[in-house]
């Protein structure tokens, strides 16, 4: 039976049919170099078609039943046919304490992978200095995203792997921003960057915000734990984020509140004020349709997003996102900010 197949049958929790989410986490788990890598959306695919043609799962035959949010296609499940052989138990090793747990795994990739470490351990790994993970992996594994991949899969499950344990930790990626430490205490991320461009150019007379990031869509959701470093060290008290309005900026607004929330981050809030100028200037272009919409936003997402609005705002915002369609935030460009000074806003 393939590593994959195993994790698969493993987190299909005895169900036939497996959600895409946990096909992902089975794909972590079996592969995680692969799962890391810039590629992974093909070469999960790529697994995928393997079983399908071993006779062991069946995808989706309906088109709606697919993700096409990017290149390659996922299915948003896999069904599986026909029950796996059980495996033969691995025998004994001699592990390291901190490595006992590894008595009860039984896949072969993650079981090297922990041999590697044992091997890090036996050779000084428990005095060597705390260094970013992606350091660590390349000393450990030979690669440098390695560690990435576990940090996701089940080696990192409570009484198992941890970052103290292999010295690093991880490193989240810059947010670039601009500061006006004369301006409030307030920041604003934005999500594309012709429209950061255009916000830091009129902050600059403006000043009304003392730091513009540029959140790079889901890029935002890891770089927000660096960024809170420097949001502090400005004295910024709240942020602001604003992006397109449509399904997925909602989702990456929503992702990015909540790791700022767990990271210590000031907290996040959609920046209402900018919204509702994007609402108003919908009747500038021809409706755009969100491509990418397939089941519709949760009320809870919907309610959380639009409570900041006006009434009016809010009941257009909902009418737009229910006939699936969006707005690009470059509808508040340059031309339009630079106007905001004559009329007063």
Known sequence: ????????????????????DDVWRAFVEADPVSA?????????????????DTGVVQLPSTARRWDRSAEPPLPLWVQHVREATPRVAQPDTAWAPELEFARSVTNPKQLASLARVQAWLARGGRERPLVPARERALDIFGHEKAIDGMARSALF?????TYTLLRCFPVS?????????????????VENHHTYHSFVRWN?????????AYGSGKAAVHGIGAFAQDLHALGVTTVEYFGDLDRAGIQILRAVAEAAAECGSPPIHPAASWYELL??????????????????????????????????GRETV?????????????????E??????????
Not at 306 to 311: E, F, N, P, W
């Open 204 to 212: 600059e007379r403006a000043k009304r915000y003392r730091a513009v």
């Open 157 to 161: 499950d409570p009484g198992r792997l």
């Open 173 to 189: 990626p810059p947010m670039v921003h601009r500061a006006e430490p004369q301006a409030p205490p307030v920041a604003l991320i």
């Open 336 to 345: 339009c900010l630079a106007g905001l000074a004559l009329e007063g806003r």
């Open 318 to 334: 909902v009418e737009l996102l229910e006939a699936g369609l969006r707005l690009p935030q470059e509808l508040v460009g340059w």
């Open 36 to 52: 890391a890598s810039t590629d992974k959306r093909a070469l999960l695919r790529k697994a995928l078609g393997a079983l399908v």
């Open 279 to 312: 609402v108003e200037r919908r009747a500038m272009v021809v409706p755009l349709r969100d491509d990418t919409v397939e089941e519709p936003l949760s009320s809870d997402l919907v309610t959380w997003f639009t409570d900041s609005l006006s009434a009016a």
């Open 1 to 20: 039976m393939s590593a994959f197949l195993e994790a698969l049958l493993r987190h299909g929790h005895g169900r036939a049919r497996v959600a895409l």
